[in-house]
């Protein structure tokens, strides 16, 4: 029986595709690793797409963002981006755990975040105006707020946070398996 020609033209382009990914991937440094585990690991170290294949090979390395270091305005949109969605997510009834945790993330952040003026900076704003995380509302709104009290010391606009359940919302995910759950318990003797 005679094959499709496109079916040919696909494993053709499949035995390309696999010959590239391995050439490439000697050309790219990996971490230390025993010499065995280098023999016997076959796994390519980037995977490409049929979209790749019309890249230069640096856009490859660099998917998703312009060359070059990353830039303390796109850490700062990655890092608003992540605290934003993760507020939209938090629940209604957070545990005293999540509570517990989220005042934490904004102390380490406030240590390590990878600028240091950025992170001095934030150490001073959470410090006048401690980590509200009592409920989904409550911390969405915290966090609009610091974000603007950052915003204002960079001469930014200052966002309306009666607006911020319409620019941020919850992680697109099927059937809400991101959310995070919370408690039905009310903790009405706990402190905060
Ligand atoms: C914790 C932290 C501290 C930082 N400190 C500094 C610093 O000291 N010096 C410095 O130069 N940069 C700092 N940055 C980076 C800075 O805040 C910006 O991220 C960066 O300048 C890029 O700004 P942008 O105009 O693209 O929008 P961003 O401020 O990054 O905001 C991203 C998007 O969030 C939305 N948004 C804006 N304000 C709010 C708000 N209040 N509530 C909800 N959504 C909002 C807007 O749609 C905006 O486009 C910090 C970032 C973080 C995460």
Known sequence: MSENPLQLLFQGFSKVSACIQTNLSHFIPRREEPSSALSTNKTPLITLSAADHLRQPGEILNKGKSSGPT???EL?????TFLHTLAAQY???????QKKDVKELMAILSRMYPCKECADHFKEVIRANPVQAGSQDEFSHWLCHVHNVVNRSLGKL????ERVDA????????QRACDLQGTTMDFKSESQ
């Open 71 to 73: 830039t303390k305005e």
């Open 158 to 161: 200052v966002f309306p946070c």
């Open 167 to 174: 620019r941020w919302g919850k992680l697109e995910c099927e």
């Open 91 to 97: 629940p209604e009834k957070p545990t005293r755990q």
């Open 76 to 80: 700062g949109r990655a890092t608003w």
